[in-house]
């Protein structure tokens, strides 16, 4: 069972449908509860980095994902997802994170243009279950104005350019993150899906 967390700011349809179409059954909650029991997590999210955390702490989902990452069970985060993994934010104000992941998210530089919208290609640079049989490199789809920075450089399992590079893929033991969006990049999306997946009945 895969457990999709609701925070009212993502494409929960399009993720449920990804993994559904993969044969697995998904529960979409908002429930601190059912997040503690799950045993595969997704954070998804679009939109606004402080609006998704006054959401996520409003119906007591702070505590409960960090739980459940601490428990050791596999935890994904997709796109404003994977940037609520981290220490802080500097979008629009300062604002504190989940803190899974040491390190920060930054908006793109003035001389790049945004959002980074678009297929783009990400190049594998550390080995990860999340890309077992995906050719490297390989395109995904992007949607972002912002981008995180790892404290830590071996946190980072994917890059890819938008006038520099940047990390599109990290890692941190069993916590998961994509700058991308896996649910929208076709056959290798679906298989990265399938991939995380996988991660909770190799345990």
Same mark, same amino acid.
């Given at each position: 069972m895969i457990t999709i967390i609701n925070i009212g700011i993502s494409n929960i349809k399009s993720i449920t449908r990804g993994f559904m179409t993969q044969g697995y059954q998904v %529960?979409?909650?908002e429930d601190p509860e059912d997040v503690r029991k799950a045993d595969s997590l997704? $954070?998804?999210?679009?939109?606004?980095?402080?609006?998704?955390?006054?959401?996520?702490?409003?119906?007591?989902?702070?505590?409960?994902?960090?739980?459940?990452?601490? %428990?050791?069970n596999p935890l994904i985060g997709i796109c404003l997802g994977m940037q609520l993994l981290f220490t802080d934010s500097?979008?629009?104000?300062?604002?504190? !994170? $989940?803190?899974?992941?040491p !390190?920060?998210?930054v908006q793109f530089p003035r001389d %790049?243009?945004?959002?980074h919208m678009g297929w783009n290609s990400l190049t594998q640079t550390g080995q990860s279950l999340l890309f077992e049989?995906?050719?490297d490199p390989s395109d995904f789809y992007f949607v972002h104005s912002y981008y995180v920075e790892p404290d830590r450089k071996e946190h980072v399992i994917g890059t890819s350019d938008h006038h520099g590079r940047f990390a599109a893929a990290v890692q941190k033991e069993n916590i998961y993150g994509t700058q991308f969006h896996p649910e929208k990049s076709q056959t290798h999306g679906l298989s990265l899906l399938r991939n995380f997946a996988h991660l909770t009945e190799a345990d």
């Open positions: %529960r979409i909650t997704v $954070l998804p999210g679009v939109g606004a980095f402080p609006k998704a955390m006054e959401v996520l702490r409003q119906r007591g989902l702070v505590e409960a994902v960090q739980e459940h990452a601490a %428990r050791g500097s979008e629009h104000h300062h604002t504190e !994170g $989940l803190g899974l992941i !390190g920060h998210v %790049r243009p945004v959002p049989g995906i050719p």
